[in-house]
T-cell receptor, first 115, second 113 residues
Framework: GAVVSQHPSRVICKSGTSVKIECRSL??????MFWYRQFPKQSLMLMAT?????????EQGVEKDKFLINHASLTLSTLTVTSAHPEDSSFYIC???????????FGSGTRLTVV | QKEVEQDPGPLSVPEGAIVSLNCTYS??????FMWYRQYSRKGPELLMY????GNKEDGRFTAQVDKSSKYISLFIRDSQPSDSATYLC?????????????FGQGTTLQVKP
């Protein structure tokens, strides 16, 4: 089946530093990947749509200069949280659209804690 | 009004019970309907994927879509403690790779032994 690998699974960083999260489709090519943010006991909030070879499309209210997305290849998208602040602490999840039968496949998520 | 409404629960049932999870939606353009299961601190896992109206069965799970009522359901038969998780409905109206998923709030299910 379609597998999406997301790393790291957990990261702690200091305020003001940047953190990069990687999302890889392991056995299929994904021209489009999605980045979500999830707060405790809440649903997934779409942050941006990542398109291979072009700029990401951000949802309303998401700061594109703070959440940098790069989709350099058909199997890799990265999310960089720049100048992180404690309020950026959250669970970040990526997903990719695989073959139709699989729908959307999600990564295992990254727990970011900014101290 | 949210595009997709889902009762957040929590829902607590005894082992072996039949569980019914539901979502309603307002956008008639939705054509692809999915149910995901999410364990704590993990990414969502696809359970069922349905196109348009109808029923789909996979083991203990049955998904139903009623587009005329804009209502979808997931039934879990013979529920097990391992089914304890958050269940998210999701839907999309775009068949292409750029289609965005719209999620419900998620229902937390606890199956007690």
């Amino acid at each position: 089946g379609a597998v999406v690998s997301q790393h790291p699974s957990r990261v702690i960083c200091k305020s003001g530093t940047s953190v990069k999260i990687e999302c890889r489709s392991l056995d299929f090519q994904a021209t489009t990947m999605f980045w979500y943010r999830q707060f405790p006991k809440q649903s997934l909030m779409l942050m941006a749509t990542s398109n291979e070879g072009s700029k990401a499309t951000y949802e309303q209210g998401v700061e594109k200069d703070k959440f940098l997305i790069n989709h350099a290849s058909l199997t890799l998208s990265t999310l960089t949280v720049t100048s992180a602040h404690p309020e950026d602490s959250s669970f970040y999840i990526c997903s990719a659209r695989g073959p139709v039968i699989y729908g959307y496949t999600f990564g295992s998520g990254t727990r970011l804690t900014v101290v | 009004q949210k595009e997709v409404e889902q009762d957040p629960g929590p829902l607590s049932v005894p082992e072996g019970a039949i569980v019914s999870l539901n979502c309603t939606y307002s956008n008639s353009a939705f054509q692809y309907f999915m149910w995901y299961r999410q364990y704590s601190r993990k990414g969502p896992e696809l359970l069922m994927y349905t196109y348009s109206s109808g029923n789909k069965e996979d083991g203990r799970f049955t998904a139903q879509v009623d587009k005329s009522s804009k209502y979808i359901s997931l039934f879990i038969r013979d529920s097990q403690p391992s089914d304890s998780a958050t269940y998210l409905c999701a839907m999309s109206g775009n068949s292409g790779n750029t289609g965005k998923l719209i999620f419900g709030q998620g229902t937390t299910l606890q199956v007690k032994p």
